[in-house]
T-cell receptor, first 118, second 113 residues
Framework: GDSVTQTEGPVTVSESESLIINCTYS????????LFWYVRYPGEGLQLLLK?????QKGSSRGFEATYNKETTSFHLQKASVQESDSAVYYC??????????????FGSGTKVIPCLP | NAGVIQTPRHKVTGKGQEATLWCEPI?????VFWYRQTIVQGLEFLTY????????DSGMPKERFSAQMPNQSHSTLKIQSTQPQDSAVYLC???????????FGPGTRLTVL
C-alpha cells in the first residue's frame, strides 16, 4: 500500500531560524499522487497548509514552501524564519489524483514543531 | 460558514455498548470522509461518500463498524459492541466537487472503558 514517512518529532527550533520537515512517500498504486501538508494548531482542527498536484512544482503558504520531487519521492516542508505562531503539528499526506474530486488521504505520523526563544 | 460539525465532541462508552458518531459536512460539499486517529496507528482512512453514495470503505474494520450518509447534510459512523481498542479520535472531513481539499471537523474523542 501507500505510505508517508516524515521527520519524527518533536522538533525544537529557535525563533527566526529555518525549519525543514522531511517527507518521503511511497505510492505503489499511484504514478503521480497529489501531495499535501496539513497543520493542526493548538486547540484547532486539522487544516490544509498547502498542496501540489504536479511533479516539479512548488507550493507555498504562510511562509512555508514544499516542492514535489518525483525523482526522490519527497515533499519536504521548509520555512526560512520560524515564529512562535508556527507552533503546531504538521502532517504530510498523499492522495490519488481524481479529476474534480478529492480522494482518501494517506497521512504521515505528524511532526510537532516547538519554536523557542533564541 | 460553520465548518464541518461533529457531535458529540467526547463520548465515553462501556465495553460492548454501541456508539454513533455524527458529522455534518459543509453545505454544498459533495464528499464526506471518515478517519481515525490514535497514538499508535496515527491518522487512518476509514471510508468515504461522494454525493451520498459509498465510494470506498477499504479502511473500515469489517466487523462492528458501519457508516451511512442518508442525506447530503449528515453522515453517521456507528460502532457496535465497542472495544477498548476502538478508543480514538474520529475525524470527519468534507470536500467540494472541485479542488480536492478536505476540510476537517474538530473530531469526536471516543473512549471505551
Amino acid at each position: 500500500g501507500d505510505s508517508v514517512t516524515q521527520t519524527e518529532g518533536p522538533v525544537t527550533v529557535s525563533e527566526s531560524e529555518s525549519l525543514i520537515i522531511n517527507c518521503t512517500y511511497s505510492a505503489t498504486s499511484i504514478a503521480y499522487p497529489n501531495l499535501f501538508w496539513y497543520v493542526r494548531y493548538p486547540g484547532e482542527g486539522l487544516q490544509l497548509l498547502l498542496k501540489v498536484i504536479t511533479a516539479g512544482q512548488k507550493g507555498s503558504s504562510r511562509g512555508f514552501e514544499a516542492t514535489y520531487n518525483k525523482e526522490t519521492t519527497s515533499f519536504h516542508l521548509q520555512k526560512a524564519s520560524v515564529q512562535e505562531s508556527d507552533s503546531a503539528v504538521y502532517y504530510c499526506a498523499l492522495g490519488a489524483p481524481q479529476t474534480g474530486f478529492a480522494s482518501a488521504l494517506t497521512f504521515g505520523s505528524g511532526t510537532k514543531v516547538i519554536p523557542c526563544l533564541p | 460558514n460553520a465548518g464541518v460539525i461533529q457531535t458529540p465532541r467526547h463520548k465515553v462508552t462501556g465495553k460492548g455498548q454501541e456508539a454513533t458518531l455524527w458529522c455534518e459536512p459543509i453545505s454544498g460539499h459533495s464528499a464526506v470522509f471518515w478517519y481515525r486517529q490514535t497514538i499508535v496507528q496515527g491518522l487512518e482512512f476509514l471510508t468515504y461518500f461522494r454525493n451520498q453514495a459509498p465510494i470506498d470503505d477499504s479502511g473500515m474494520p469489517k466487523e462492528r463498524f458501519s457508516a451511512q450518509m442518508p442525506n447530503q447534510s449528515h453522515s453517521t459512523l456507528k460502532i457496535q459492541s465497542t472495544q477498548p481498542q476502538d478508543s480514538a479520535v474520529y475525524l470527519c472531513a468534507s470536500s467540494p466537487s472541485t479542488g480536492g481539499e478536505q476540510y476537517f471537523g474538530p473530531g469526536t474523542r471516543l473512549t471505551v472503558l
